[in-house]
């Protein structure tokens, strides 16, 4: 059951993040939905897990997005991993899990903009730049509200089925 839901999920992630979040944006500030679900479950199952969301749904979110192919997951990777290496037997919290998924967020923000500078992409001012990375942080903290608690749920219902890879 894992395995399905660590197919599924990042990439109906990366289908919402590229059909969806572009017109729920408030200005140039929209939810990170692929970063949503990896560091929401890195929180709620740990970071062996989540990383494979992360990659999943960042890859998937490069493709159907056009970006530079990888940049996504390079920058998804570290900030999942940081959040899901503390996580506990038993998940934390919701306002713990919401600000962990919100500095995962922000932390990938930042990395996926060294990752298009070093790419030479173009990229706008860095006042721009550090408006979206902070807003989408909130945005997508908002968000894990809700999220969070779901998929925390999800993985006590699957536990007994074991993690992915077993």
């Known amino acids: 059951m894992r395995v399905i839901l660590a197919l599924v999920v990042p990439l109906g992630a990366a289908l919402l993040q590229v059909s969806l979040a572009p017109l729920l944006a408030i200005g140039d500030v929209h939810p990170r939905l692929t ?50 290496l503390g996580a506990p037997a038993r998940p934390a919290g919701v306002v713990a899990g919401t600000v962990a998924v919100t500095v995962a967020t922000l932390v990938a923000a930042l990395l996926y903009v060294g990752v298009l500078a070093l790419a030479g992409q173009p990229l706008p001012s860095i006042t721009v730049l550090a408006a979206a990375a902070l807003g989408g942080a909130a945005y997508t903290g908002a968000l894990a509200l809700v999220a969070y608690p779901l998929l925390r749920m999800v993985r006590r219902i699957t536990e007994r089925q074991g993690a992915f890879g077993s």
């Open 35 to 84: 970063v949503l679900v990896a560091a929401s479950w890195a929180v709620a199952a740990g970071a062996r897990e989540a990383v494979w969301w992360a990659f999943i749904g960042g890859l998937a979110s490069d493709l159907l997005s056009g970006g530079p192919l990888g940049a996504m997951p390079i920058a998804t990777l570290p900030a999942v991993a940081a959040v899901g």
